[in-house]
């Protein structure tokens, strides 16, 4: 008897968690108050196990920078006898940037205000592409704000409670991202598919769009802002069936070694 | 009370270490199911209301940690608690090789139900390359991962926990 009412019991809570996946309203919200609560209390849970654990990978990163420092040591300063060399054009190359957008009419772009984060944990499951990031609510965070490093897109909050958020990654397969082909007038949208590559569709296969080419946001989509650095061409293929060309691009960020990130809250 | 206690808490533990430790390591394919082998242990070991129990919390927390839709890890954790009951009566875990052989299993049918869920409510096959490339390390990580589970939560069932 006990077992029927458990198998019951359990039917029932089957048929209600296929109603909140099915997103009807009345299941939902209160679905949702229900994570919001709980995720206030995991989220310095997670803190506090991922202290050690981010203790641990520092000191190993540590030890690995450490072998070979002196050849890349070499190599830097190299690269940076070459980069004050090309420093000196700069103030030039400025002022005529200047010179041109006045004449062009072009408003400078307002500054974005960020808030700096740091990733204290991935997603369980590996079909979906998300971090968890240490800024909540109580941060300015709030939902689909953007989330950049210095090399480009990470993608966008999803969910974010009182103290901490979930970022979906621009790999996941439910993330896509309005782009611009640098350069070159093509536009088209970046869809994740769960792989470390991404791909980008609505390309006319008559559009020059070449391998190696750099893809920036569009400010199109109206989440993330014109100009932020998305990822570069890796293969085109255009002998397929269709309208649109077949196209991998590799993101700029590797979100299996994303240690902070900047959360565009302006 | 304690045992079904411990079960419970170490569960929930390695689903947060696991959500940290993975963020720090470069590695996707090793990423293994932890919520499973423990519904399969509360199921066989401790009782069906256990098995509930467990199936409920580690699929709500294993949402809180991650972007799947609403509804999705409850649904099929709790698929799992079924498919484990069903089996309840007609399987002997006799050893823990068994009960990885179990734990695999399940990993590979909580895959197939997230696949029919997403096309039978919503009628998307979005995520179909995802489950099926990730479906088999999981599966064979989390069968590895669920040997000492079973050892341990075993071992602490017969010199701690007995009769508590």
Partial sequence: MKGTLVIITAVIALVVSFFLFTDIAFFSRGYARTKLFASDMVGPTLKVISSPVHLIGDLFDGYVNLVGVKKRNADLQRRLDALTAENQKIPELEKENNRLKGLLNLRDQKEHQMVAARVVGEDVANWFKCVIIDKGRVNGIRERMPVVTASGVVGQAVEVSKWHAKVMILNDANSAIDVYVVGKHSRGIIEGNGRNTVKMKYVLKTDDVETGDRLITSGKDSIYPKGLAVGIVINVNKNMPGLFADIDVMPFNNYKKLDEVMVVTQ | ?164
């Fill in chain 2, 1 to 164: 009370m304690i045992k079904r206690l411990f079960c419970l808490a170490l569960g929930l533990f390695l689903i947060a270490f696991e959500s940290a430790f993975f963020s720090f390591l470069p590695i996707d394919f090793a990423k293994p199911d932890v919520a499973v082998p423990f519904i399969v242990y509360a199921v066989f070991f401790l009782g069906p209301v256990e098995g509930l129990i467990a199936s409920v919390l580690f699929g709500f927390s294993q949402e809180l940690l991650s972007a799947a839709p609403a509804g999705s890890m409850l649904f099929t954790k709790i698929a799992v608690f079924l498919g484990s009951s069903f089996l309840r009566h007609h399987l002997y875990i006799e050893s823990r090789y068994t009960f990885s052989l179990l734990s695999t299993g399940f990993v590979v049918f909580e895959s197939i139900v997230f696949l029919a869920l997403g096309v039978v409510a919503k009628g998307e096959l979005r995520n179909i390359f995802n489950v099926s490339v990730y479906t088999l390390p999981a599966a064979i990580f989390t069968g590895m991962l669920s040997l000492p589970i079973y050892t341990l939560l075993q071992h602490l069932k017969i010199r701690h926990l007995e009769g508590t």
